[in-house]
């Protein structure tokens, strides 16, 4: 009871705030957590919680193109872009996190504005002509055209292409153009952005029009977890060399948390000048608490059961005890590559929803959140399968 009340009174204070939120913050945060305490529990008040947090979000759909913007005012719905995104473009990580909570928000309540919202983003995304087949982390949304061609796995595009394959795990494996998306992105991203190091350390390197920039940032290290789950959901000429990919990517992953004194990984870390899986700016050797390497070793783990992805998570549990525990909970550090570095007194959020989540589950047993009845959103919450789970909760249709 009391953490309804608290998710109840937190919830209305965020749907009455006059100020500009997130829409990909607050879906994967928000709408999230919601539609997966309605899938867990059955109690309607999450799933009418989630139907009213959707209305407010809709009008950053109300674009040229149905692109939505990347910030909106719960309380007058007014919207906008932020101004550094290539001259007011929305961000392709942003717009392609919405398919998860949208799809299954239109399923328990009958309402199908949500998918339609989404599945036109989709739509658009598809039938534009890209770049070497590779998706640019920005779009206009008055003229439905890319801005500045970058490139990532990691941030700005990273949960596009999760979402791409969970949607089609999501929907009992019928949604097949989210398959083919997917499918047809990472040929791309393959030939284009997976890098072999002269140490033999396989990563994703962001690309800047045609120039590769030799680095991976933390947040690209969940894409070890989504090749493997992409090769082991479906058997198919490039199953193999996914899960090789798979296995490398969290690997190096691990290597950049290896090579640090305090056995975490920085924000980001290159492959240039002799130097591999290390940052060579101040400004990317902190760690936030970020969950992204963890998924990964929890995702191997579920499909290979190599040992050694439980033995890389403890020692980063032993890190994390080490060097981040204080007092009143959990705090990032500046700097990786000292032992006594600096703490920044700050506990993100995503460190209860993600990084604990995903320690707890690479040592717990398959049946708990089986992966052939969950997936899991961008923020880490579990939203049941259709077809495959008796939790999903659909709406009886009329």
């Known amino acids: 009871m009391y953490v309804t009340c608290v998710l109840t009174s937190g919830f209305a204070k965020i749907l009455f705030q006059n100020s500009e939120m997130s829409l990909f913050e607050t879906n994967i945060r928000f709408m999230g957590s919601l539609l997966a305490s309605y899938a867990l529990t059955g109690d309607v008040m999450f799933r009418d919680k989630a139907a009213l947090l959707g209305e407010r979000l809709l009008p950053a ?36 996190t919405m398919h998860l909570e949208f799809t299954y928000l239109s399923d328990i309540t009958g309402n199908p504005i949500y998918r339609a919202k989404v599945e036109h983003v989709r739509k658009t995304l598809k039938n534009l002509e890209k770049p070497k087949g590779l998706y640019p982390n920005y779009i206009h949304p008055k003229t439905g055209k890319w801005g500045r061609h970058h490139m990532s796995l990691g941030g700005l595009g990273d949960s596009f292409y999760e979402y791409l394959l969970k949607a089609w795990i999501q929907s009992g494996k019928e949604d097949s153009e989210a398959r083919e998306m997917y499918d047809e992105a990472m040929d791309a991203v393959v030939k284009h952005m997976i890098m072999r190091s ?11 029009y045609e120039r590769l920039e030799h680095k991976m940032g933390h947040l690209a290290c969940f894409a070890g977890g989504m090749f493997a789950l992409g090769a082991k959901t ?65 995702v191997m783990w579920r499909l290979t059961k190599d040992p050694k992805y439980r033995e890389w998570g403890w020692e980063a549990v032993q890190a994390l005890e080490r060097h981040c525990r204080v007092p009143g909970g959990y705090t ?67």
């Open 61 to 96: 759909f109300q674009t040229e193109t149905g692109i939505p913007h990347s910030l909106i005012n719960l309380h007058t719905g007014a919207s906008k872009n932020y101004g550094w995104a290539s001259s007011g473009c929305s961000i392709l990580a942003e717009i392609g």
């Open 198 to 208: 002269a140490g033999g350390l396989l990563y994703a390197s962001d690309l800047q």
């Open 234 to 298: 479906q058997e198919n000429e490039v199953s193999n060399q996914h899960m090789d990919i798979a296995a490398g990517l969290t690997n190096t992953c691990h290597e950049s948390y290896d090579r640090s004194a305090t056995k975490l990984g920085p924000e980001a870390f290159h492959f240039i000048e002799g130097n591999e899986a290390k940052s060579l700016k101040n400004g990317e050797k902190y760690y936030i608490l970020r969950p992204e390497t963890f998924e990964s070793y929890f």
């Open 332 to 398: 990032g550090l500046h700097n990786v590559y000292q032992l006594d570095s600096p703490k920044d007194d700050v506990q993100q959020s995503y460190f209860f929803a993600e990084t604990l989540k995903y320690l707890y589950l690479l040592f717990s047993d398959d049946d708990l959140i089986s992966l052939d009845e969950w997936v899991f959103n961008s923020e880490a919450h579990a939203l049941p399968i259709r077809g495959k789970n008796p939790l999903y909760r659909a709406a009886p249709t009329l």
